[in-house]
């Protein structure tokens, strides 16, 4: 699995490509990249909740809100 830092990276540049005009005008691109950010959000998650399952008691790290 992924490492939840670079999930936590991807969600964050496709938010950022999500918010350029251009693709706000062609909702095919938006269609896409919403999947891709919901798909690194549940992969984060996957990865966030393994790990706080290795480390009981202690952080698990940022999450996606």
């Known amino acids: 699995m992924a490492n939840?830092?670079?999930l936590q990276e991807a969600a964050?540049?496709?938010?950022e490509v999500r918010r350029l005009p251009a693709v706000q005008r062609h909702r095919e691109l938006e269609?896409?990249?919403r999947r891709a950010e919901e798909w690194a959000r549940r992969e984060y998650l996957?990865?966030?909740e393994g790990n706080g399952d290795r480390n009981?008691?202690?952080?698990t790290g940022n999450r996606l809100p």
């Open 4 to 6: 939840p830092k670079e």
């Open 12 to 15: 964050d540049a496709i938010r």
């Open 31 to 33: 269609d896409l990249l």
């Open 46 to 48: 996957k990865v966030s």
């Open 56 to 59: 009981r008691g202690g952080p």
